[in-house]
């Protein structure tokens, strides 16, 4: 028998740390799944910082101005690494030194769609900023990352040294602004049903279960004009 396939579409951004544990969160549940449904998920670009200058800027000092004080920042970041660690990622923000301007790391993702990788991607950018430390606003890290997943290395960089994808982003992203979207992780199933923020597994098993009634749910998440991350 055929199972039916669920489309789940992600808004999220590489910097977002909610969206790295939506993401291993719904995965927790699609595998609790994945014996009545086939998936196909797809990210879309959302930038938190869209002002960030292309170097971009040290992390403590960005996010400790934008909390509201370096207690705020430690009091955020410990919480959220402490609930990370609940789902098996390891969060070190003492590793990560800058805060990126992430238009390129969402071209890079527009990329590795078209080439069959874009999953692969997105856990690799997320790893190397949470957890590795990796400076995003570097083209090389991106290719590495790309490389690290399969991707050719050479074009990949050739792709991030010109202008392409950069028009293809913007447009994405004023899409899901049209859409309302406020805040990431957010999560259209079948391109129907919202769900915004970073949801238990178990609060995903229920959602798509109930997929034939309209949902519309909140959860932790990261916004451009709060002080959440």
Same mark, same amino acid.
């Given at each position: 028998?055929?199972?039916?396939?669920? *489309? !789940?579409?992600?808004?999220?951004?590489?910097? $977002?740390?909610? $969206?790295?544990?939506?993401? *291993?969160?719904?995965?927790?549940? #699609?595998? +609790?799944?994945?014996?009545?449904?086939?998936?196909? #998920?797809e990210?879309?670009?959302?930038? #938190?910082? @869209?002002?960030? @200058?292309?170097? &971009?800027?040290? +992390?403590?000092?960005?996010?400790?101005?934008?909390? &509201?004080?370096?207690?705020?920042?430690?009091?955020?970041?410990g919480?959220?690494? +402490?609930?990370?660690?609940?789902? &098996?990622?390891?969060?070190?923000?003492?590793?990560? *030194?800058?805060?990126?301007?992430?238009?390129?790391?969402?071209?890079?993702?527009? #990329?590795?769609?078209?080439?069959?990788?874009?999953?692969?991607?997105?856990?690799?950018?997320?790893?190397?900023?949470?957890?590795?430390?990796?400076?995003?606003?570097?083209?090389?890290?991106?290719?590495?990352?790309?490389?690290?997943?399969?991707?050719?290395?050479?074009?990949?960089?050739?792709?991030l040294?010109?202008?392409?994808?950069?028009?293809?982003?913007?447009?994405?992203?004023?899409?899901?602004?049209?859409?309302?979207?406020?805040?990431? @992780?957010?999560?259209?199933?079948?391109?129907?049903? &919202?769900?915004?923020?970073?949801?238990?597994?178990e609060?995903?098993? +229920?959602?798509?279960?109930? !997929?034939?009634?309209?949902?519309?749910?909140e959860?932790?998440? $990261?916004?451009?004009?709060?002080?959440n $991350?």
């Amino acid at each position: 028998m055929n199972k039916p396939t669920i *489309r !789940i579409d992600i808004v999220s951004d590489v910097v $977002c740390p909610w $969206c790295y544990i939506g993401k *291993r969160r719904l995965e927790k549940a #699609l595998d +609790q799944l994945s014996d009545r449904y086939t998936f196909q #998920l797809e990210y879309y670009p959302y930038e #938190l910082n @869209p002002d960030m @200058p292309p170097q &971009g800027a040290n +992390q403590k000092e960005y996010l400790s101005r934008k909390f &509201g004080g370096n207690e705020r920042y430690e009091e955020l970041t410990g919480h959220v690494t +402490q609930v990370a660690a609940g789902e &098996g990622l390891d969060f070190q923000f003492g590793k990560q *030194r800058i805060s990126p301007n992430t238009r390129n790391a969402h071209r890079l993702i527009s #990329l590795a769609s078209q080439e069959g990788k874009q999953l692969q991607v997105v856990e690799g950018l997320f790893k190397a900023y949470f957890t590795d430390g990796v400076d995003l606003t570097q083209v090389e890290n991106l290719v590495q990352v790309a490389a690290q997943a399969g991707m050719d290395a050479e074009n990949t960089r050739q792709f991030l040294a010109s202008q392409e994808g950069l028009a293809e982003v913007a447009a994405a992203e004023k899409e899901m602004q049209k859409l309302g979207i406020k805040g990431v @992780p957010f999560y259209i199933i079948n391109q129907t049903y &919202g769900v915004s923020g970073a949801h238990p597994s178990e609060t995903f098993v +229920q959602i798509i279960e109930k !997929i034939q009634e309209p949902v519309v749910s909140e959860g932790d998440a $990261c916004d451009v004009d709060g002080n959440n $991350c």
